[in-house]
C-alpha cells in the first residue's frame, strides 16, 4: 500500500516555533485560511483530503465540515475525503481547523496515537486553484482551550484513560477565527512539519490511506427532563429551557445546580450557547447514573462505588468534568472538542455578573449501522433486545470500544464479541474488516497480537486475548466466506498458536505467561488480590504453575484454526492443529479433572473450582456427552463467570443440550439490571464501574438464537425454540439477503433471495431453496 500520488503536492504543516510540553496531555492548535471563491461554470462538487496528527475539526465559513482522522496508526494512518462545495459563498471564504496534538512525551489518550511530529494536511486543488496546505495558512496555538492535566483527575473514577476533559476560559480575541471577517495578522504562518535531510532516506511518520468506514452522523436531540435543581431558577424554567428553547436569566451571585438527563446512556456533543455573565464559571460533571454517596467529591485513589437504581436521584453523580469560564463579549458557545458518554448531566453555576443560558443541546454520534435484523419476542425480551441494542451502538465509533464513558479501548476480547453481534444484526462488515486489520498490524515479536490496539501508549499485554484473534478470523469465515481475509490473517494465527505452543509445560498444559504480562481471564470475586490489580483476574492455580483454563482457550482456538486452514486448503496444518489439541486434552483430563468431584480443577492438584473451567472444558470438547452434561449440572456452587463470558456459558449449555432448561435463569443478571434502571448494561455485576460495556450485550446472540437462524457453510440453518416461545416473528440479515421467519402453530419462512436452507422445526427437517419473496409455511 502507497500513500496517494497527491500527498506529494500537499505539505503537511505546523507551528514554526512549536515544541512538545511535558507537562500536558495534549494542546489545541487553530490552522486558518482566507481565500476568495469563484464557482468555476459546471462544477458540482469540490472533494478535499483531510489529516492530521491527533484529531481535528473542520470548519468552512464557520460550518463543521468533518472530524477525524479516524483512529488509526501511523502505517495505516487515514485521511478524510469531504465535499466542501455547500459550504462556499461567492467572494471571500474561509477554511479552518481545531486540531488537538496529543503528546508524545506524555501520556495522553490510550485509544489515540500520535507520532513523533505534530501535524495538520489538507489537499484541495480543481482547475488551478489550491486550498492545500503551504506556508500561506495561518496557526496558533490556543491556549485558552486546555486538558486538565493528571494532577487534577478524579482518581476515584480509576486511571485517566482519555485525558480528553477541558478547562475553557473564552477567549474574545478569537471570537469569529472560523470566519472570513476575522483578522489573523497577528498568527504565524504555517511551515512543513516533517523535514527530511538531504540524501538520507527519511519516509513521512504518515502513511496516509483512505478512511476504510463511515463518517460518523452528528444528530441534533433534545434532553429530556429535569431531575433536581436548587437556586434561584424553578424546576418548570429548566423544562422549557432544554425542551423548548426558553433563555434562563441567572443573576449575579448566584450559585445554581440543575441535574439533567436523557431518557438513556447516550455518546453526544453537547452544545452549551450564552450571553453576558463575565467571569461566571460553569462546570459540566457527566455521569452514567446516580450512585451512593461516598462523602467525597474527588480523591487520589479509586473507591469502591454502590450503584443499585441508577435513576434513584437521593444519591450522588461521579463523573468527569469540563469547566468553562464565561468572559465579556456578546454570545459565546461552549463545546468540547471530544464527544461525551452521559445519562445525565450536572450543570454547576457561579455567576459574577448577569448570565442568560439561551440553549442547551446536544448531537449524538456513533458507528451508523444499518440495523436489518428486526424481531417480535414479547415484552421482556424486546426490552431485553432493545437496551442490547444501544449498549452495541454506544460502544461502537471509530473502532468497537470496551466502553465509552471511561475508556473508549478497542480490546480484542470485547471487540470479538461486539462483531460477531455486529453480524447478527446487520451484513455491514466495514468496522469488523478495519478491527482484523489493526489487530493483524499490531503483532508482536513473540507472535502475540497487542491485546489493546489502537493505542496511544504502549500498556499490558493480556495474551489470551490474541487468542479472540483467532475467533475474529473464525467468525467472520461463518457468515462471509471470504478466502481472501481469511488466507491474509493465517499467518498472524499461526504466530499466536506458536507462541502458545512454546508454553506449553512438562505436564502437556499451557503453563505461565512473561512476567510483565497481565494473564487476565475474568473479573472473578475469589480471585482477587487486594492491592494487586495485576495478580488478580486469573485463578490463583496460575501462580503455583498452570492454570487449566489456558489450555482450554489454547485448544479452541486450535479448533478454529484447524477449520480455517482446511477452509484455506491448508489440510497438513489443519492436521497438525487438531493433533495438538487432543494432546492438550489428554493431559488436562489426566491432570486437572477430579474424579470425586465430577469437576475440572482451575488447575493441577488445585482444591478450587471455576465454572470457567468447566464451561471451556465443555467448548473445548475435552470433556463430553454425558458427562459434559454432568459438568454443567454440577458447577453452580463453582466461582462464576462475570458478564464479560456470559456468552461462552450459553455456549456451553447448548452444546450440552441443555439451553432450553438454562436460558432463562442465565438472563437473570440482565432482569436485575432492569430492575435497577440502566438504560444499557453495565460492565459486570458484582464490581459496576462501567453502566456500559460493548461485552453485555450478549442477549443480541442469544434472542436470534432463539428464531435459530444460523450460517451454515454455503446455507442457512433455520431451528426455532420453539419452547421456549410459543410464537414470535423477526427478519434477520444473513449474506444472502434478508429472511423473515415467523410461528405460531405453523412455522412461515419468507427470503429477501434465493437461498438455500436447513429448517428444522417441531422434530422435522426440511432441505429446501426459499425462493425471493414466496412464503413457504412448515407444519
Not at 762 to 770: A, I, T
Request: charged residues 20%; aromatic residues 12%; proline residues 6%.
Amino acid at each position: 500500500m502507497t500513500s496517494p500520488e497527491w500527498t506529494k503536492s500537499a505539505p503537511w504543516i505546523w507551528l514554526p516555533t512549536h515544541q512538545e510540553d511535558e507537562s500536558q496531555p495534549g494542546r489545541y492548535f487553530l490552522f486558518r485560511k482566507n481565500f476568495v471563491w469563484t464557482k468555476p461554470q459546471g462544477l458540482d462538487d469540490f472533494q478535499i483530503n483531510i489529516s492530521a496528527d491527533s484529531r481535528y475539526r473542520l470548519f468552512v465559513n464557520g460550518h463543521r465540515v468533518s472530524f477525524g482522522p479516524c483512529k488509526s496508526y501511523p502505517e495505516r494512518w487515514y485521511y478524510e475525503t469531504v465535499d466542501i462545495l455547500p459550504f462556499l459563498v461567492e467572494g471571500e471564504n474561509t477554511i479552518s481547523a481545531r486540531v488537538l496534538r496529543y503528546s508524545c512525551v506524555h501520556a495522553g489518550s490510550s485509544s489515540i496515537i500520535s507520532t513523533e511530529l505534530p501535524g495538520f494536511l489538507v489537499h484541495g486543488e480543481i482547475e488551478g486553484f489550491s486550498l492545500s496546505t503551504d506556508s500561506s495558512w495561518k496557526c496558533l496555538q490556543e491556549s485558552s482551550r486546555q486538558i486538565i492535566p493528571h494532577s487534577e483527575w478524579n482518581y476515584i473514577l480509576g486511571p485517566p484513560f482519555m485525558s480528553n476533559n477541558e478547562r475553557v476560559s473564552e477567549d474574545t480575541a478569537l471570537s469569529g477565527w472560523t470566519l472570513p471577517a476575522f483578522d489573523d495578522s497577528s498568527w504565524q504562518n504555517a511551515v512543513s512539519a516533517f523535514r527530511p535531510v538531504k540524501m538520507l532516506p527519511m519516509l513521512s511518520p504518515w502513511k496516509l490511506t483512505p478512511r476504510s468506514i463511515p463518517m460518523l452522523p452528528e444528530v441534533e436531540g433534545l434532553f429530556d427532563g429535569i431531575v433536581k435543581c436548587d437556586g434561584p431558577i424553578a424546576h418548570n424554567q429548566w423544562t422549557d429551557f432544554i425542551r423548548e428553547g426558553t433563555p434562563v436569566n441567572i443573576p449575579a451571585g448566584e450559585s445554581v445546580t440543575v441535574d439533567i438527563e436523557c431518557q438513556s446512556l447516550t455518546t453526544a456533543f453537547v452544545n452549551l450557547q450564552c450571553e453576558g455573565g463575565s467571569g461566571s464559571i460553569i462546570t459540566l460533571l457527566y455521569a452514567e447514573c446516580y450512585e451512593k454517596d461516598l462523602g467525597v467529591e474527588t480523591a487520589p485513589f479509586p473507591m469502591a462505588r454502590t450503584k443499585s437504581l441508577r435513576s434513584d436521584s437521593s444519591g450522588r453523580l461521579y463523573g468527569v468534568k469540563d469547566v468553562y469560564t464565561v468572559t465579556e463579549g456578546g454570545d459565546q458557545t461552549f463545546e468540547p472538542f471530544w464527544f461525551r458518554a452521559f445519562r445525565y448531566i450536572q450543570l454547576h453555576i457561579q455567576t459574577s455578573h448577569p448570565l442568560t443560558l439561551k440553549a442547551f443541546t446536544y448531537r449524538e454520534t456513533s458507528y451508523p449501522l444499518e440495523i436489518t435484523t428486526q424481531i417480535q419476542a414479547g415484552p421482556e425480551l424486546n426490552q431485553i433486545w432493545d437496551i442490547s441494542l444501544r449498549t452495541l451502538q454506544n460502544c461502537r465509533h471509530e473502532t468497537y470500544e470496551d466502553c465509552p464513558f471511561y475508556e473508549q479501548n478497542q480490546f480484542a476480547s470485547d471487540s470479538r464479541l461486539q462483531m460477531l453481534f455486529t453480524y447478527q444484526i446487520s451484513m455491514d462488515d466495514r468496522l469488523a474488516r478495519k478491527t482484523m486489520e489493526e489487530f493483524h498490524a499490531s503483532r508482536c515479536p513473540d507472535g502475540l497480537i497487542k491485546a489493546q490496539f489502537p493505542s496511544g501508549f504502549r500498556s499490558k499485554q493480556i495474551p489470551q486475548f490474541s487468542l479472540s484473534f483467532v475467533a475474529m478470523v473464525w467468525d467472520h469465515m461463518q457468515y462471509f466466506s471470504d478466502s481472501k481475509l481469511i488466507r491474509r490473517y493465517l499467518s498472524t494465527i499461526d504466530g499466536i498458536l506458536h507462541h502458545f505452543d512454546e508454553r506449553v509445560n512438562s505436564l502437556g498444559l499451557v503453563g505461565q505467561f512473561d512476567d510483565d504480562t497481565w494473564p487476565f481471564i475474568d473479573w472473578v470475586p475469589e480471585w482477587t488480590v487486594p492491592g494487586k490489580i495485576f495478580q488478580s483476574c486469573m485463578p490463583r492455580a496460575y501462580h503455583t504453575g498452570a492454570a487449566t483454563i489456558n489450555s482450554l482457550l489454547y485448544i479452541i482456538a486450535l479448533m478454529q484454526a484447524a477449520e480455517l486452514c482446511e477452509f484455506a486448503a491448508r489440510p497438513d496444518t489443519a492436521a497438525e492443529y487438531r493433533s495438538r489439541a487432543q494432546g492438550l486434552r489428554d493431559a488436562v483430563n489426566t491432570h486437572c479433572y477430579s474424579h470425586a468431584e465430577g469437576l475440572y480443577q482451575d488447575g493441577p492438584s488445585s482444591n478450587e473450582y471455576s465454572q470457567h473451567s468447566q464451561v471451556f472444558a465443555v467448548l473445548s470438547e475435552t470433556t463430553k456427552d454425558t458427562q459434559a452434561r454432568e459438568v454443567i449440572r454440577r458447577m453452580d456452587g463453582a466461582s462464576q463467570c462475570s458478564s464479560a463470558l456470559q456468552f461462552y456459558v450459553f455456549r456451553a449449555v447448548e452444546k450440552v443440550g441443555l439451553y432450553d432448561e438454562y436460558f432463562s435463569r442465565l438472563l437473570d443478571p440482565w432482569r436485575r439490571m432492569l430492575a435497577d434502571n440502566l438504560t444499557t448494561w453495565a460492565e459486570f455485576e458484582h464490581h459496576p464501574r462501567s453502566d456500559c460495556h460493548g461485552w453485555s450485550a450478549g442477549p443480541i446472540n442469544e434472542i436470534v438464537g432463539i428464531y435459530g437462524v444460523r450460517p451454515q457453510g454455503q446455507r442457512l440453518r433455520i431451528a426455532p425454540r420453539v419452547d421456549l416461545l410459543s410464537q414470535a416473528e423477526g427478519t434477520f440479515a444473513t449474506s444472502g439477503g434478508c429472511v423473515r421467519v415467523k410461528w405460531a402453530e405453523d412455522l412461515e419462512v419468507e427470503a429477501s433471495a434465493d437461498l438455500e436452507a436447513e429448517i428444522v422445526f417441531r422434530g422435522s427437517v426440511y432441505e429446501v431453496l426459499l425462493k425471493e419473496g414466496k412464503a413457504v409455511i412448515f407444519t
